[in-house]
């Protein structure tokens, strides 16, 4: 049972770059998957979350990423992916896609996390 | 700035009990009761300990719980190991604006 990002790279200031998150030993389709980040030396910011087909697949971002960034996913794929558009140097850090606890319920806690992948957005 | 407040830095000597304090305001932690801890080592992602104030997922040692009062949750960690030194984040639910916020985090050392 884990979560595998990849994608992450070094990427110009107003470009834009696509995360994956690769799910195994589970049904991804079943979840409610979840989007955090940590810039270099700080500590942990909520990005966004999209809920389960199941559920009606609604997604939500937190404020500083809202219309910039974009959830989606391919459950016969079992990938999840954070498409980042117009990016600034703030967005710098790595990037955590995780499985939420409840199916439902925002912030129920995320009980599997990926090992993270890098975003650099240099000044 | 993080939206809920945590001590930058607790400790303890191996065996005995720290609490991590974690304050919000009446629209996060004080409505809602989807409080989450995690702990992080450095270079790794980080570790559900608690969801819902209180809850531990399976796995989680004993040693590790969670409480709230008003607008404050607590993390505490009983019987302190060696391996309990980490970083330390709270955070809640804070409505469906705003949706999920995070603590400072507390980095926890073991004498």
């Known amino acids: 049972v884990q979560l595998v990002e990849s994608g992450g790279d070094l990427v110009q200031p107003g470009r834009s770059l696509r995360l994956s998150c690769t799910a195994s030993?589970?049904?991804?389709?079943?979840?409610?998957l979840s989007w955090f980040r940590q810039a270099p030396g700080k500590g942990l910011e909520w990005v966004g979350v999209i809920r389960s087909k199941g559920h009606g697949g609604a997604r939500e971002y937190a404020a500083s990423v809202k219309g910039r960034f974009t959830i989606s996913r391919d459950d016969s794929k079992s990938i999840a992916y954070l498409q980042m558009d117009s990016l600034k140097t703030e967005d710098t850090g790595v990037y955590y896609c995780?499985?939420?606890?409840?199916?439902?319920?925002?912030?129920?806690?995320?009980?599997?996390w990926g090992q993270g992948t890098l975003v650099t957005v240099p000044s | 700035q993080p939206a809920l407040t945590q001590p930058p830095s607790a400790s303890g000597s191996p065996g005995q009990s720290v609490t991590i304090s974690c304050t919000g305001t009446g629209s996060d932690i004080g409505e809602y009761n989807f409080v989450s801890w995690y702990q992080q080592h450095p270079g790794k992602a980080p570790k559900l300990l608690i969801h819902e104030v209180n809850k531990r997922p399976s796995g989680v040692p004993d040693r590790f719980s969670g409480s709230k009062s008003g607008n404050t949750a607590s993390l505490t960690v009983s019987g302190l190991q060696a391996e309990d030194e980490a970083d330390y984040y709270c955070?809640?639910?804070?409505?469906?604006?705003?949706?999920?916020?995070f603590g400072g985090g507390t980095k926890l050392t073991v004498l």
């Open positions: 030993g589970f049904t991804l389709g079943d979840y409610a």
């Open positions: 955070s809640s639910y804070a409505g469906s604006n705003i949706f999920v916020v």
């Open positions: 995780t499985r939420d606890l409840s199916t439902f319920y925002y912030g129920s806690g995320s009980d599997l």
